[in-house]
């Protein structure tokens, strides 16, 4: 019963809520770039408030192949076979398996490594990914996609776009930033020529909010070392150079906010119901106890009212081969060294609630 009110809540949350529209009225270009397909994704493709021009795809959580695959597969689902998909990189600029294993051999383990990763250090709750190689086939749990990739390469696709569209696209971007960094050494007006950059990386002292197991489990990760967070660590190369490149806005969500969040069994259920029927059964069978890192960095383009607390930093990433290699860094006005990193204003908090009742109503948007 507890569990039904709260869907039905959240039902009635979503449609009193009220979504910013761009100043203009009209709706957002936004590239996603990122290493998979999950609620992120759908968020803003099925919001009227987003033009979603291509999904590029990364190396991070999993390998670019099965990204890519992932990414066809979601579009399908989704019944958006019009958005073109684009595979980037496979590897960090200059981080990899063997160098990771090393650093872990000097410093400690890694609580999360993607790609790389094999098993837990500890018991947790979450399931172990399986491991996969660069290149091995892809066969996805959830079906295999008939639609193909695009045959262009993602920091050309990047570029492209944003010459083509100057001043107007938004990137999101929730993985590492491997192609944005690529983009930027291929064309230095790349960056410049983008509207906006919403990242999710980084991390400055993020605290356990809610009490149960699972955020229990996921504040391991950030008890010893508040700074360091996973996109960035995969990548710490890419995201200095994406840190000081000459983007217009910047807007960071760093891991600290999504302590207050988490992909609850009531919330899968409430968007499962709210969804079409075939995008509601692939909602209805995502793993629940996460926190909503990237859902945050959707919903904060979305409603940028859900966010309540935000500071303007200067912010970069330490690329140092030691104890804090991608580690965020960070300074107010006037402590930063000056070396090209950009002021960026970064979430540090956000309404959970809102992001909740949000995610509902943007899943019904799917049954138009």
């Not at 979503?14 to 968020?43: N, S, T, Y």
């Not at 776009?161 to 930027?184: D, E, F, R, S």
């Not at 290699?325 to 930063?336: A, K």
């Not at 950009?342 to 995610?359: G, H, N, P, S, Y």
Request: charged share 20%; net charge negative; hydrophobic share 45%.
């Amino acid at each position: 019963m507890k569990a039904l009110l709260r869907a039905v809540l959240l039902a009635v949350l979503a449609a009193l809520l009220p979504v910013a529209a761009h100043a203009d009225g009209a709706r957002r270009k936004v590239i996603i770039d990122d290493e998979g397909f999950a609620l992120m994704h759908l968020m803003l493709l099925e919001s009227d408030r987003v033009d979603v021009l291509g999904i590029t795809t990364v190396s991070g959580n999993t390998w670019a192949n099965r990204a890519t695959a992932m990414a066809l597969r979601g579009l399908e689902i989704a019944h958006r076979g019009d958005v073109p998909v684009v595979q980037g990189a496979t590897y960090p600029l200059l981080n990899s398996e063997a160098l990771t294993e090393r650093w872990e051999a000097l410093y400690g383990k890694l609580t999360w490594k993607g790609a790389w990763m094999k098993q837990w250090v500890e018991p947790t709750r979450q399931s172990t990914p399986a491991y996969h190689g660069p290149t091995d086939p892809v066969d996805l749990p959830w079906g295999n996609p008939g639609l193909k990739a695009s045959p262009e390469i993602a920091a050309n696709f990047l570029i492209r776009m944003v010459h083509k569209y100057p001043g107007q696209i938004t990137i999101v971007a929730c993985g590492p930033l491997t192609n944005l960094a690529l983009a930027q050494r291929l064309d230095p007006e790349f960056a410049a020529l983008a509207g906006e950059l919403v990242y999710m990386g980084g991390s400055l002292n993020p605290q356990q909010q809610l009490d149960n197991v699972s955020a229990a489990q996921f504040a391991r990760e950030y008890a010893n070392s508040p700074r360091r967070e996973f996109n960035a660590r995969f990548d710490p190369e890419a995201a200095s150079i994406v840190s000081r490149s000459p983007w217009r806005k910047i807007t960071v969500v760093p891991a600290d906010p999504a302590t207050g969040t988490q992909l609850t069994p009531e919330l899968v259920k409430a968007m499962s119901a709210a969804a079409a029927p075939e995008l509601g059964r692939f909602i209805g069978g995502m793993e629940a106890g996460f926190p909503m890192w990237d859902e945050i960095a959707a919903g904060v383009l979305l409603d940028p009212g859900m966010v309540t607390e935000a500071e303007e930093l200067y912010v970069d990433y330490n690329a140092q081969f030691g104890a804090g290699y991608g580690d965020m860094l960070s300074w107010r006005e006037g402590y930063q060294p000056g070396l090209g990193e950009r002021k960026a204003t970064v979430v540090r908090k956000i309404d959970a609630a809102r992001l909740d009742a949000l995610m509902v109503q943007v899943m019904a948007a799917s049954r138009r």
